[in-house]
């Protein structure tokens, strides 16, 4: 249910922009109309633009479902294009706050269960989305690194919003541990996040506060990490 929620959260953003842009078009045709001034120009211009925006709209409600629905085997897929997948789900959500993403991942090719590393992924950005709002610093960043260590694809999630309490930072894996406001938060998406990454994946995930320098600035932030095996049977 909490998983459900995260998602449709991330539809109603992903669906606001183009729904305005639909309703601003029918209205502007419909008025043009009322006066005589809808030329067929007009008239091709408007429907296009509905039928670009409708095309956007199914087409995100496709990629959402699809990765809502659970792996029955694993695959083999390339970790770096499943975080960018994970990513476009995320998009407007990102861009209307102005996170900027730092990348640096290598291809690298794992046998995993995609869709539920993706609702890791989900977990991770949403809460490094929530905090980096919450801490209202102007600028906003996110730095993802996939690299191979050992026998082992890490997957490194790093925000410059402050980084998790010394207190607290052993309890974000707990069920039902949460410090947002009971609307905002439930608890639950680290502790999914462990669960999955641990017994479905069979990896392991880490937390740790960072400091971090980027373009001549000192940040500090969270640092998650998920290690997946590359070569399991
Ligand atoms: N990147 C982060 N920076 C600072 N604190 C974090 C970060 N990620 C998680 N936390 C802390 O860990 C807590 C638990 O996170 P978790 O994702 O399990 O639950 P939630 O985000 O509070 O609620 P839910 O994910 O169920 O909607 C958060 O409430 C927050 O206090
Ligand atoms: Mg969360």
């Keep these: 249910m909490a998983a459900m929620g995260e998602m449709i959260e991330n539809i109603a953003h992903q669906w606001r922009q183009p729904l305005s842009a639909i309703s601003t078009s029918a209205t502007g045709m419909k008025l043009e109309n009322d006066y005589n001034l809808l030329d ?42 499943v975080y960018q997948n994970t990513i476009k789900l995320l998009k ?16 690298i090719y794992c046998t995993t269960l995609e869709n539920e590393l ?25 730095f993802v690194k996939i690299y191979k260590k050992y026998d082992n694809v890490i997957i490194s999630v790093t925000d410059n919003a402050g980084g998790i309490s010394e207190e607290i930072i052993q309890k974000v894996f707990e069920p039902y541990f949460t410090t947002k406001h009971k609307a905002q938060g439930t608890g639950i998406g680290l502790y999914m996040t462990q669960e999955i990454v641990v017994k479905h994946l069979d990896g392991f995930i880490k937390v740790k506060n960072v400091n971090l320098n980027y373009e001549s600035v000192k940040y500090t932030g969270a640092n998650f990490k998920i290690s997946l095996p590359l070569n399991r049977e």
Aim: proline letters at 0%; one cysteine or more.
């Design 92 to 107: 407007s959500k990102f861009d209307s706050l102005n996170i900027e993403i730092i990348e640096d991942c290598e291809d």
């Design 40 to 81: 067929s120009n007009k008239l091709t211009t408007g429907l296009d633009n509905i039928i670009d925006n409708t095309t956007y709209l199914s087409n995100t409600i496709e990629d959402f479902r699809k990765y809502f629905v659970k792996d029955k085997v694993r695959t083999k897929c390339n970790i770096k294009i």
């Design 118 to 142: 993706v609702q890791c992924l989900m977990n991770i950005f949403n809460n490094a989305h929530d905090v980096l709002v919450k801490n209202g610093r102007s600028k906003k960043l996110i």
